[in-house]
């Protein structure tokens, strides 16, 4: 996936074993990467939100 803007930010999460291990195969199935995965579901949670 290709941004326009660059990837410079970083931001850490804590996570159980488990959890990682389930994101990692959920993002998997999707044909993302695990970041991508984050990057979207934390996006589009965060719009939900204000909204």
Do not use: N, P, Q, Y
């Not at 996570?15 to 199935?29: H, Q, Y």
């Amino acid at each position: 996936m290709r941004f326009a803007e660059r990837m410079d930010d970083l931001i850490r999460v804590r996570v159980g074993r488990d959890e990682k291990r389930s994101l990692i195969e959920t993002a998997r199935k999707r044909g993302m990467t695990l970041s991508d995965f984050l990057r979207e579901t934390a996006v589009k949670a965060a719009r939900g939100a204000a909204a």
